[in-house]
């Protein structure tokens, strides 16, 4: 999740993670990817796996590494991670774009120099004062701002991103629902206020938030039109979409289409090429931040009835977000949504996995797995 602020309190952790210089440097690539798989970590018991980005650049800049195992604190689980999300929110944080986003990562380097946001695991230990959690609870959630998600173990704070995962899910799936449908579903709900009966556009229906927003949008009883690829038309058909439109062959944002609320899940498009397409009070909104949106929503705040809008989700409070992951829970639960999943990777092939997130041609989520 995009995720651009000073670390919450309820998320600093309080384990004895090594500076890098005390890292165990790994000796060759090929034993340096043995050495940081989870299950070495395990059998090693006091030490745990992580990838360790060391200056902002390309997926190349990512190194694994081996750090003391964390210990749970006040408050905090212990877990065993068995799948982690690759988003693009990952990349862009991996990479520090945009420019503006390193005044809170980090000016020179990134402040934390382990990577991942978003996991899925088994809680392993317990840290005094937990109430919420117990060893061997299955969990999924995010690790926010202090990151460190693509590794083979994690101390969370109970109170912070942290979730029982559905029992339908894999890990694998599981470790994305805080990206896409999390994400999406704030957008849907809480930004957009979406009725049911309205009519959607969700540009870019095929990615990890587009192929989310289909399946929620329509389970919030919404007519969905969504645009992808000819090669994805039937997979984003078959998630729901009541109308596909190929975004190489059609313009979506056609005057007088009327559309209740976009969704341009990947800022492919703008507020000023939305607006003849959308209703006269309808609302534009999009997860990727530019000058252009800023001043859209500043001049639509108060003036005219078609409105852009943004969230950060990554920066919302815990506790809200806790909440709409209850919701996307029950959605889970009630078989009205499912994470679209792509590659799953192994641990210790995260460079691989960043790459093809890179492409910009991911089919929903990609993840490593433990
Ligand atoms: N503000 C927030 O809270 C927040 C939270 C999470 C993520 N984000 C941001 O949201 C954005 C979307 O992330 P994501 O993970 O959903 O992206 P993604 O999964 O990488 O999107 C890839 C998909 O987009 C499709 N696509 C590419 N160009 C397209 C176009 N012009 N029209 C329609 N579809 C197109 C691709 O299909 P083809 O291969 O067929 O082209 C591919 O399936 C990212 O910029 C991310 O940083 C924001």
């Known amino acids: 999740m995009t995720a651009l602020a000073s670390t919450p309190n309820h998320l600093a952790r309080c384990t004895p993670v090594a500076r890098s210089s005390g890292d165990t440097p790994p000796r060759d690539a090929t034993q340096a990817a043995a050495a940081t798989s989870a299950e070495e970590?395990?059998?090693?018991?006091?030490?745990?796996?992580?990838?360790?980005?060391?200056?902002?650049?390309?997926?190349?800049?990512?190194?694994?590494?081996?750090?003391?195992?964390?210990?749970?604190?006040?408050?905090?689980?212990?877990?065993?991670?068995?799948?982690?999300?690759?988003?693009?929110?990952?990349?862009?944080?991996?990479?520090?774009?945009?420019?503006?986003?390193?005044?809170?990562?980090?000016?020179?380097?990134?402040?934390?120099?382990?990577?991942?946001?978003?996991?899925?695991?088994?809680?392993?230990?317990?840290?005094?004062?937990?109430?919420?959690?117990?060893?061997?609870?299955?969990?999924?959630?995010?690790?926010?701002?202090?990151?460190?998600?693509?590794?083979?173990?994690?101390?969370?704070?109970?109170?912070?991103?942290?979730?029982?995962?559905?029992?339908?899910?894999?890990?694998?799936?599981?470790?994305?629902?805080?990206?896409?449908?999390?994400?999406?579903?704030?957008?849907?709900?809480?930004?957009?206020?979406?009725?049911?009966?309205?009519?959607?556009?969700?540009?870019?229906?095929?990615?990890?938030?587009?192929?989310?927003?289909?399946?929620?949008?329509?389970?919030?009883?919404?007519?969905?039109?969504?645009?992808?690829?000819?090669?994805?038309?039937?997979?984003?058909?078959?998630?729901?979409?009541?109308?596909?439109?190929?975004?190489n062959r059609e313009e979506a944002l056609q005057p007088g289409a009327d559309f209740d609320v976009i969704f341009d899940t990947l800022g492919v498009s703008s507020f000023a090429k939305a607006k003849r397409a959308l209703h006269r009070r309808g609302r534009y909104v999009c997860p990727v931040l530019s000058l252009a949106l800023l001043g859209a929503m500043m001049r639509t705040a108060k003036f005219g009835g078609r409105k852009a809008r943004f969230s950060a989700t990554g920066l919302l409070e815990p506790k809200i977000l806790r909440s709409m992951l209850d919701a996307v829970i029950d959605l889970c639960e009630a078989g009205k949504y499912r994470p679209l999943m792509d590659r799953s990777f192994a641990f210790d092939q995260l460079i691989q996995a960043q790459h093809y997130m890179e492409t910009g041609h991911k089919r929903g989520n990609l993840v490593v797995v433990n």
């Open 41 to 247: 970590a395990l059998s090693i018991g006091q030490e745990m796996a992580a990838w360790r980005i060391s200056g902002y650049g390309s997926p190349e800049k990512l190194e694994p590494v081996r750090r003391p195992m964390p210990q749970p604190a006040t408050g905090e689980v212990l877990i065993k991670i068995e799948a982690s999300a690759v988003t693009r929110a990952d990349g862009m944080m991996r990479a520090g774009t945009p420019k503006f986003a390193r005044l809170f990562l980090g000016l020179r380097r990134p402040r934390h120099d382990l990577i991942g946001t978003c996991l899925s695991g088994r809680v392993i230990a317990l840290g005094p004062d937990v109430t919420r959690f117990a060893v061997g609870d299955q969990v999924f959630g995010e690790a926010g701002l202090t990151f460190g998600a693509n590794a083979s173990h994690i101390c969370l704070h109970e109170d912070g991103v942290l979730m029982p995962k559905p029992d339908s899910l894999s890990h694998a799936e599981a470790a994305g629902l805080s990206d896409g449908g999390l994400t999406s579903y704030n957008f849907l709900n809480n930004i957009a206020g979406l009725k049911a009966g309205e009519r959607l556009l969700i540009q870019g229906g095929s990615g990890s938030l587009g192929s989310a927003a289909v399946q929620i949008a329509k389970a919030m009883g919404a007519h969905v039109t969504a645009t992808c690829s000819a090669s994805n038309l039937e997979m984003v058909a078959a998630l729901g979409a009541d109308q596909v439109i190929d975004y």
